[in-house]
């Protein structure tokens, strides 16, 4: 019997359509893939199971979930319900866990609200569901707060309460996006074996098709609140009908299409930097420690090229970016573009910082929201001696938003107009304008659809061709590294560990970490003759 | 999302409309208040001393026989003027010490600027008020300057925690990288984007203000007689309270009515001026 079955779920907030005649079901001890880009109802559709709507929603179809008519359920049934039967982790483990409360009181507390047990009891069971979590007591005790563990120790820390009551569906909502590729991993094999253990049913949300090609057993296709097309994943992948499942398998791993040969020449040179940070005094009389957060960092980047660099969150890729950029100096070590030190004298050198721009990662911090986009991607000019003044500036500007695709007449909007696409591709447009040689990617396309992160390595392609621009690529997403980039770099702990043409490293890693990184990495594969999963485990 | 903004829109005019309703009623009548009052709060007629609201005296006269309509009108004036320029010192000063400090985290100057504010906050504001007052006198001017100075701290630490934030902004690095200095981006693209604060603390502080003035002149220490002022209004009428309230009433609500009106308004303020709140018509 399946164990969650949603019949023609509808649903709509104050009006508006959100969720339009969705069905799907999920069996215990399987996985049921969600895929869908932001805003295809993946996680409404999730939400409605708990009925963890938002105000206004209105819900019309059936969802069964173990016999019972979620929808026709009272508050105070399906309160209890919820946690019990229904576990759920979150994508942000920073805000999931309330900061001020141990991690054992925490998951304690999801048994305490549901049994009538006592406050040792329930602890000795957080404790085993901690443990269930791979999180055992003799590392990290249950009298440790949120704030001690790193991030995917916090997403277990979640999984731990989630599973604390073995509920019978688990829900998981993009688990693992804001973790590092290596964690993901680990969270991922980790949800996998509770599935199997608990004879549970699992719902794995996810934007990426890869994650979910590799844990799932069948796969649910979402698109502006519908599903575009279901069924187990072998098939699916292989056998694929709908034009939008195709577009979307064919984004997960395109390549853009790049003719610019790098030259010779070297453009940017990084000889042995080193960045130290100081840490704060340990104590009142502690000494001011220094955090190395680069060393020994030396590369070039040649003309035309593209580079990547690719490492984990805290590995010094962005302190590396800010120290080329010229926002802060560093403690030892040259950095030069076209042989001009980006540092003279303690002071950034203005004629080497306007042959450089970057884009960052956030389409929505990156934009002052007061301005207007004419304003905002014509803010470089503050680098030239000789600003383009009137229709000159005007002609620029115009000409960068053409470039990157938008219109002239976008100017004069607001950035809250644009969606996150579109304000990437302003955000390039900003690092266009004063036509500099590199252009530093930190992260750019991380944030962004795989349909629309498509468009936008198609567009870095096309300009860099064009243009004739030279990329460092910056990104912890392995696929798209490889898609774009000429050579890549592994930074690990604030050193380069492996260099090397970019296809080579990743087909043959020498590193260790650099292995570990790939093989971490969750890879697409459509191979018809991949064997059942579920054969193999009967 | 357009329910939620449906349902801003609604909210922020619901605050909105009454407080600037409220608002401009007491800034009318102060501004009306310089070209004509229904009488000369000068003109005393004893005749028709503490007499309860008639047609010919909507609110009642005083103990002097004053019409207290028009003294109210005047004192609105008072409250205003020197609430106001109390708010201008405030924000005048402390936010350039706000936003120099935020630019300069953990330097010398930041230390500096944040210690001195420590220090003003550490008195009690009414003490330091009556020590000026008592140094240079008690006048309208005197008081301006002891409420300005506490509205000093406020500013600068409002300013400085809502650029501190904002610093860690990418469009922040994005102007760094275009190689704009600190005063510049600053003024850029920190301080339009702490307006929202500051006018919401703006106006809680123009309300303080008000009472502030009140309260010094309840104690003899802001406008001096005959410049009617409402705190002074409400200490005269104490000793009379239980014979005529009229004369206690009135002025109290001329109080309550302006702090909750300004209060209001902030509220408002602050939700119309956010752009991404503004309606774009597309």
């Known amino acids: 019997m399946t164990l969650l079955q949603i019949d023609r779920l509808s649903m709509e907030v104050g009006g508006l359509p959100i969720l339009h005649n969705v069905s799907l079901g999920v069996d215990a001890g399987r996985i049921l893939g969600v895929i869908g880009e932001s805003g295809s109802g993946k996680s409404m559709t999730a939400l409605s199971v708990m009925q963890l709507l938002p105000d206004g929603a209105r819900c019309s179809g059936r969802i069964s979930l173990a016999g019972q008519e979620v929808l026709t359920l009272s508050e105070p049934a399906l309160c209890k319900m919820r946690g019990r039967d229904v576990g759920m982790v979150f994508q942000e483990p920073m805000t999931a866990l309330n900061p ?367 243009l004739g621009l030279t990329y460092l690529f910056i990104s912890h997403d392995l696929s798209v590294v490889r898609s774009i980039t000429d050579r890549v770099l592994v930074m690990q702990a604030g050193r380069i560990v492996e260099h090397g043409v970019t296809q080579e490293v990743f087909d043959v890693p020498r590193h260790a970490y650099t292995q570990q990184l790939v093989a971490a990495a969750p890879r697409l594969t459509v191979e018809p003759e991949r064997t059942n999963d579920d054969d193999a485990r009967a | 999302m357009m329910l939620r903004a449906g349902l801003t829109i609604m909210t922020q005019l619901r605050s909105l409309v009454p407080g600037a309703a409220l608002t401009l009623l007491f800034a009318g009548a102060a501004v009306l208040s310089l070209f004509w009052t229904p009488y000369e709060i000068t003109s005393l007629d004893i005749a028709n001393k503490i007499k309860t609201p008639t047609l010919a005296h909507p609110l009642g006269t005083d103990h002097f026989g004053r019409d207290i309509l028009s003294m109210i009108m005047v004192g609105a004036r008072t409250s205003i003027a020197v609430a106001l320029v109390a708010v201008g010192i405030g924000m005048g000063v402390g936010v350039p010490l706000g936003l120099a400090a935020a630019a300069r985290e953990g330097s010398l100057l930041d230390e500096v600027i944040m210690r001195g504010n420590d220090l003003v906050f550490a008195f009690p504001s009414l003490l330091i008020a009556i020590m000026i007052t008592a140094v240079f006198g008690a006048s309208a001017v005197n008081a301006i300057i002891a409420i300005g100075i506490f509205n000093i701290p406020v500013f600068a630490r409002l300013t400085r925690s809502g650029a501190l934030s904002l610093w860690t902004q990418d469009y922040v690095l994005a102007a760094r990288v275009a190689g704009k200095g600190a005063a510049r981006i600053s003024a850029e693209h920190i301080l339009p984007n702490v307006t929202n604060l500051l006018i919401v603390q703006g106006t809680i502080q123009f309300s303080l203000g008000i009472l502030a003035e009140a309260g010094l002149s309840y104690v003899g220490l802001g406008a001096q007689p005959p410049t009617p002022s409402w705190g002074r209004m409400l200490a005269d009428s104490q000793t009379m309270i239980s014979l005529a309230p009229h004369m206690a009433i009135f002025p109290g609500m001329a109080i309550l009515l302006t702090v909750l009106g300004l209060n209001l308004m902030g509220d408002g303020l602050r939700d119309l001026l956010d752009p991404r709140l503004r309606r774009t018509g597309r």
């Open chain 1, 100 to 466: 001020l409360q141990t991690i054992g009181a925490q998951v304690a507390e999801t048994i305490l609200i549901h049994e009538r047990v006592t406050r040792a009891e329930a602890l000795r069971r957080a404790a085993e569901a901690l443990r269930r979590a791979e999180l055992p007591q003799d590392r990290f005790p249950m009298s440790r707060y949120p704030h001690e563990l790193s991030g995917g120790q916090r997403q277990r820390v979640v999984i731990a309460m989630a599973i604390a009551l073995r509920p019978r569906l688990l829900i998981a909502d993009e688990p693992t996006t804001a973790l590092d590729v290596t964690t993901q991993a680990e969270i991922l094999k980790l949800l996998k074996r509770l599935v199997v253990e608990d004879g549970m049913a699992c719902m794995l949300i996810s934007h990426d098709l890869a994650v979910v090609a590799d844990m799932a057993d069948d796969i649910v296709i979402m698109r502006s609140g519908e599903v575009v097309e279901t069924g187990p994943v072998d098939r699916l992948l292989s056998h694929m009908r709908h034009p939008y499942s195709k577009a979307l398998l064919a984004a997960s791993s395109h390549v853009p299409d790049r003719a610019a040969q790098p030259r010779e020449a070297s453009l940017l040179s990084v000889r042995g930097v080193v960045r130290d940070y100081a840490i704060p005094r340990s104590g009142f009389w502690g000494r001011v420690g220094t955090f190395r957060a680069v060393n020994d960092v030396s590369f070039d980047i040649r003309r035309g090229e593209s580079l990547g660099l690719v490492g984990e969150s805290g590995c010094g890729k962005s302190t590396l970016t800010r120290a080329i950029l010229g926002l802060e100096e560093v403690q030892a070590g040259t950095i030069k573009l076209n042989g001009q030190p980006v540092f003279t004298g303690h002071r950034p050198n203005r004629d080497v910082r306007r042959h450089m721009q970057v884009v960052f990662q956030d389409p929505y911090g990156s934009f002052n929201p007061r301005h207007r986009v004419d304003r905002l991607i014509s803010e470089p000019f503050h680098l030239l001696d000789d600003p383009p003044q009137g229709a000159a500036r005007a002609d620029a500007i115009a000409q960068a938003l053409e470039s990157v695709g938008l219109s002239a007449d976008d100017g004069r909007k607001f950035i809250h107009e644009f969606s996150g696409g579109q304000r990437q591709r302003i955000a390039i447009a900003r690092a266009l304008i004063i036509r500099p040689e590199l252009i530093i990617l930190d992260e750019a396309v991380s944030a962004l659809d795989v349909q629309v992160r498509a468009q936008i390595l198609d567009l870095l392609a096309d300009l860099g061709d064009r």
